[in-house]
């Protein structure tokens, strides 16, 4: 469930009347920003960049790069995207990064519906003038190419019917994989890249069965081998996105320091999906409401537009 508050009736016009005014004279009104992006849905975003544009004749986006700056500029920046157009820049940028870690591939390919997916690509194929597929498979080699190429390539099936007998069958093949540590198995990989979600957890399920545990926890922990990380993130996206994020979200607050790109993006991209039910997790795991580690992790204008995304009055 989401944690965003929108109106179903509002006034683009009035909208887009409001940013123009908090973006002109001395200084910038950040309040009025968040009062009117923060509760608005993608579609009444939407609306707001081109009804601006229309009537002031600039780019919404790119004046309020130029108006706001650090870790607020960049939440607001990527709240005001298209959520496909978001996924694609946040791709866009972890390829870009020096290092081998590749979450946020893993993250998109593992947690989005086969037509989310399919929108990603094309908007990355529309702002970058290359395929999605293409980038992964220039800044990855060996094992970790062959899973994240075959992941961001996936188109499953999203229905619910599942088959037993090949979920038995293949939850004997990814532990026979694991047991010879052949975790760059061709089945791994291809099992993991084309069946549908229900029938990942029901061969999941009866990996469980067979073994006695999960199959993340015969997975190596703390591997400094890539790909087994990447491995293992696949896994824990595609079996619980929900556990998977309030994971990342208590990562990024937990110990010294805040991992504000991590904060950002997990509270940005659930928003409008499920993140009433991680701040649930999150409270029930950590003792403490998301929303008051936020507040006292963070400060400021960005602080007041993550609690506003997490469904808070500032």
């Known amino acids: 469930?989401?944690?965003?508050?929108?109106?179903?009736?509002?006034?683009?016009?009035?909208?887009a009347e409001a940013l123009r005014k908090a973006c002109q004279g001395w200084g910038t009104d950040e309040k009025a920003i968040i009062a009117v992006l923060g509760h608005r849905n993608a579609a009444q975003r939407r609306q707001i960049r081109h009804v601006y544009e229309e009537i002031y004749q600039e780019d919404l986006i790119k004046r309020l790069e130029s108006e706001l700056s650090g870790h607020f500029e960049k939440a607001v920046y990527r709240w005001i995207l298209d959520p496909p157009d978001r996924d694609a820049v946040l791709a866009n940028v972890e390829l870009k990064k020096s290092g081998?870690?590749?979450h946020?591939?893993?993250?998109?390919?593992?947690?989005k519906n086969p037509e989310e997916l399919l929108a990603i690509r094309r908007a990355y194929h529309a702002r970058y003038k290359r395929s999605l597929e293409e980038e992964v498979a220039y800044h990855t080699k060996g094992d970790t190419r062959r899973l994240l190429?075959?992941?961001?390539s996936a188109f499953r099936y999203y229905g619910e019917e599942i088959n037993t007998t090949l979920?038995?069958?293949?939850?004997?093949?990814?532990?026979?994989a694991i047991k010879d540590k052949k975790f760059g198995n061709e089945d791994v990989i291809r099992i993991l890249s084309t069946r549908s979600i229900a029938q990942l957890l029901a061969t999941f399920n009866c990996y469980r069965e067979q073994e006695g545990t999960s199959i993340t926890k015969n997975l190596?922990?703390?591997?400094s081998d890539e790909y087994i990380a990447m491995l293992r993130m696949a896994v824990r996206c595609l079996k619980d996105p929900k556990k998977y994020f309030e994971k990342v979200l208590r990562r990024s607050i937990e110990g010294i320091g805040t991992d504000e790109d991590a904060l950002?993006?997990?509270?940005?991209?659930?928003?409008?999906?499920?993140?009433?039910?991680?701040?649930?997790?999150?409270?029930?795991?950590?003792?403490?409401p998301l929303d008051k580690a936020v507040d006292k992790e963070t400060s400021g204008d960005y602080k007041d537009m993550l609690l506003t995304l997490?469904?808070?009055e500032v």
């Open 264 to 288: 950002t993006r997990v509270i940005v991209t659930r928003a409008e999906k499920d993140l009433k039910e991680i701040k649930e997790l999150y409270h029930k795991r950590n003792n403490v």
């Open 220 to 223: 190596p922990k703390d591997s």
């Open 100 to 102: 081998n870690k590749h």
């Open 104 to 111: 946020v591939i893993v993250e998109i390919s593992c947690t």
């Open 167 to 176: 979920a038995k069958s293949e939850a004997k093949k990814l532990h026979e």
């Open 310 to 312: 997490l469904g808070n």
């Open 149 to 152: 190429v075959a992941l961001v």
């Open 1 to 15: 469930m989401a944690t965003v508050s929108a109106p179903k009736q509002v006034s683009v016009k009035e909208d």
